[in-house]
């Protein structure tokens, strides 16, 4: 398979997604995106292997592969069209190997967990599986000073926290709980009412609580941006489109007063595009 072939691939795959993440894509010149394609390819495909497997597989056996995979990546010829592509995206951007192999690990996490005791617990998981992602993108938009990577993994933090907000009740379904024990305690709100989906007070007032941490860190990640210099700013102006969508999403979720047992919370194409817009003609004047 060729580049260009595998690239095809990549980009197919993240059309036929539907993430958030895919407007804020459109802005970036083609070779950038090109890249946030395949890094998103690759970690929408990972996660999969775990969350949603294909008939019949061993999500262990998956993970092994694309472990196998990322190795010839950095030190073969890798097979698949989703590491055709990152190999040549991660040499041209020398995108370090260590993180790739983190957000695998996170993705391994969700075989061995379903709960997490403590916060210290669950920011181990959402560093691998978000903010590391935070990091690859760095590399994409060309910024990758300390201040920035402070940036990447606030920003990161906050986008999952928010995700474990929207889909408390999906993850229930499921028998995860991602909201920590400690805090259930702290809300009197058992676990068991989390799996059965019951709607109270004592949640409502749980959920706050975690919606604050959340936005916690999106004023750490406004605190790092402002310590950048504008074309730094304007070079991450992809990452302030999503945070844009995913910070909306948490204030619905609020507005809501956290009904999350019901329809995911989501925006409309034309709200996501409405941000896009808004936050790209803003970086215009940096």
């Known amino acids: 398979m060729t580049v260009s072939e595998a690239q095809a691939y990549c980009t197919a795959y993240t059309k036929n997604s539907g993430s958030n993440f895919y407007y804020s894509f459109l802005f970036l010149?083609?070779?950038?995106?090109?890249?946030?394609?395949?890094?998103?390819?690759?970690?929408?495909a990972v996660d999969s292997a775990v969350d949603e497997p294909v008939f019949g597989s061993n999500p262990k056996d998956e993970l092994k592969r694309w472990r196998e995979e990322l190795e010839a990546v950095y030190s073969g010829a890798p097979t698949t069209p989703i590491m055709v592509s990152l190999a040549h995206h991660v040499k041209v951007l020398s995108i370090p190997k260590a993180y790739f192999e983190e957000l695998i690990k996170g993705v391994e996490?969700?075989?061995?967990?379903?709960?997490?005791?403590?916060?210290?617990?669950?920011?181990?998981?959402?560093?691998?599986?978000?903010?590391?992602?935070?990091?690859?993108?760095?590399?994409?938009?060309?910024?990758?000073?300390?201040?920035?990577?402070?940036?990447?993994?606030?920003?990161?933090?906050?986008?999952?926290?928010?995700?474990?907000?929207?889909?408390?009740?999906?993850?229930?379904?499921?028998?995860?709980?991602?909201?920590?024990?400690?805090?259930?305690?702290?809300?009197?709100?058992?676990?068991?009412?989390?799996?059965?989906?019951?709607?109270?007070?004592?949640?409502?007032?749980?959920?706050?609580y975690e919606a604050s941490r959340a936005h916690h860190y999106y004023k750490r990640a406004d605190a790092a941006l402002l310590g950048l210099s504008p074309q730094e700013r304007r070079a991450l102006t992809v990452a302030e489109i999503m945070r844009g969508?995913?910070?909306?999403?948490?204030?619905?979720?609020?507005?809501?007063?956290?009904?999350?047992?019901?329809?995911?919370?989501?925006?409309?194409?034309?709200?996501?595009?409405?941000?896009?817009?808004?936050?790209?003609?803003?970086?215009?004047f940096l």
């Open 245 to 284: 969508i995913y910070r909306r999403i948490l204030e619905r979720i609020e507005q809501s007063n956290y009904q999350v047992f019901g329809s995911r919370i989501s925006l409309t194409t034309t709200q996501r595009v409405s941000i896009a817009l808004r936050i790209w003609l803003r970086s215009r």
């Open 109 to 208: 996490m969700d075989l061995f967990n379903n709960r997490y005791v403590t916060f210290d617990e669950l920011s181990l998981y959402c560093y691998r599986v978000a903010s590391v992602v935070g990091l690859i993108c760095l590399h994409i938009f060309g910024v990758t000073s300390a201040r920035a990577q402070d940036y990447a993994v606030a920003l990161g933090m906050a986008f999952q926290l928010t995700n474990i907000l929207r889909d408390v009740g999906t993850d229930a379904a499921e028998s995860r709980i991602y909201l920590p024990l400690e805090d259930l305690r702290k809300w009197n709100h058992s676990e068991k009412a989390i799996l059965n989906r019951s709607y109270s007070p004592e949640f409502c007032a749980l959920m706050e």
């Open 29 to 44: 010149p083609k070779a950038k995106r090109d890249a946030m394609y395949t890094v998103y390819a690759f970690c929408k």
